[in-house]
């Protein structure tokens, strides 16, 4: 489960940015639906958090920034003149040529971890990973292993191999789970499984073998499935064999991206797995004359939305294995009434997975959330994105009986967006006139 994420000198946030899954303080509303207990222990994090603000306020950039560190774990550089994805600030001379930081902490099995991550485009600046294991009581966090450009401030022991192969440009934390690093294994396979980011190219292979084929889940899927009327009776797959020429292709083209961990001709009989829904299919006489699959990707975006949600919320329950779900823009392809009844789903006592939403969907600012799940981005006039939680306006705030979205758009907790059509108008009459408004006449 997510604890925290924090990113500074990147895109649009050039000063340092939390987004926390930690519970305010003190606050009790809808404390067994919302939240989740930490094991071992008696803190507990939030089930979902939801972003608000204005377009290119930095929304998305925090989604990204998760993003490009998961990517960064999980696909390493491939010779020493690879240069790292390195887009800091750059608004500022200064933080245009300073590092970009990024530092993530999160529970896995009994373990809590915080690992940090400073870097600019040629070389990674500092790296450290630091663990608690939450099953021994007053266990206290330790460093497991700190670096420093090319020095190694802390060593784990029996790992010196994978000290000496690490580039200049390359993560001491995946030489270590290459070489079978308990701890660094466990990490990567928290960003690996655990972590999954919703985008157009989502990656649903989590789910896609035999987990589909389980009676429970797809008695569960379909129940879910048929409450969200979305005209899908069933989920299911479909293993080809990848020719020979796609293979040449996909290796090319994953090679030229960096992308590459293991050449795919060395991979015996390269398979392709495809998720397919499953409709009835009717004839012209509205009799139901069999089913009809349709590949999941050819759906739309809102249907995927709903099958990835369903998957991981069942692989949940059943598995128990806690996902953390990122969604962009989660109210496309979503009409109202979904959106709120998905969110009050994340909420749910049954749920155990954690949800983080940026959206510009307003109602949710009056839905079964806490103001300690409520966070806002806004851009100053440097072009400087700042990420705040309403939880930081105090107790007062949650006694109003004034919505939230209402007081947000009077402007009560910025964020808001200050848009002049009137003058865009302006312009495009004097245009349409024939006089240029920027003329000197």
Request: proline share 3%; no cysteine; glycine share 4%.
């Amino acid at each position: 489960m997510l604890i925290s994420f924090t990113l500074k000198n990147f895109r649009s946030y050039r000063n340092e940015a939390t987004l926390s899954m930690e519970t305010g303080e003190r606050l009790r509303k809808y404390d067994r639906e919302n939240t989740l207990k930490i094991p071992y222990t008696k803190d507990k994090v939030l089930k979902s958090v939801a972003m608000f603000g204005a377009n290119g306020s930095g929304k998305s950039t925090v989604i990204k920034g998760l993003n490009l560190m998961r990517q960064m774990v999980l696909r390493p550089t491939q010779d020493v003149s690879q240069q790292l994805p390195y887009d800091p600030f750059r608004l500022n001379e200064d933080a245009a040529h300073q590092p970009t930081q990024f530092e993530i902490s999160f529970v896995k099995d009994d373990f809590s971890y915080s690992y940090r991550l400073t870097y600019t485009q040629e070389r990674v600046i500092d790296e450290v990973l630091r663990e608690r294991n939450l099953a021994t009581p007053n266990a206290q966090q330790k460093v497991l292993f700190e670096r420093t450009g090319t020095k190694i401030q802390v060593t784990p022991n029996g790992q010196d191999e994978a000290l000496k192969t690490t580039r200049p440009n390359a993560l001491l934390l995946y030489s270590l789970q290459a070489s079978n690093y308990a701890p660094a294994v466990r990490v990567f396979n928290w960003f690996r499984n655990d972590l999954i980011i919703f985008n157009q190219q989502v990656d649903f292979s989590l789910f896609d073998n035999g987990f589909i084929n389980d009676q429970r889940v797809q008695r569960e899927l379909n129940d879910f499935l048929r409450a969200s009327d979305v005209n899908i009776i069933g989920l299911g797959y479909r293993e080809t064999a990848v020719t020979p020429e796609t293979t040449k292709f996909l290796t090319q083209l994953l090679q030229l991206s960096g992308n590459l961990e293991e050449p795919l001709s060395q991979k015996a009989e390269a398979k392709q797995r495809s998720l397919y829904t499953v409709h009835k299919r009717y004839n012209d006489q509205g009799e139901r004359v069999g089913n009809v699959e349709i590949p999941l990707n050819a759906e739309s975006t809102g249907t995927q939305r709903i099958v990835l949600i369903a998957l991981a919320i069942i692989s949940s329950q059943i598995q128990h294995n806690q996902k953390t779900l990122i969604f962009d823009e989660f109210e496309e392809g979503l009409h109202y009434e979904m959106a709120v009844g998905l969110l009050n789903l994340f909420n749910s006592s049954k749920n155990q997975n954690q949800f983080v939403l940026a959206t510009h969907q307003l109602e949710l600012l009056d839905a079964h959330i806490r103001t300690d799940q409520i966070y806002f981005t806004e851009k100053n006039y440097r072009g400087e994105s700042d990420l705040y939680s309403l939880f930081d306006y105090g107790t007062s705030v949650a006694r109003s009986d004034v919505a939230f979205s209402k007081r947000y758009i009077k402007g009560q907790f910025g964020a808001i967006p200050v848009i002049n059509l009137e003058s865009f108008q302006a312009d495009l009459a004097r245009s349409e006139d024939g006089k240029d408004s920027t003329s000197h006449e």
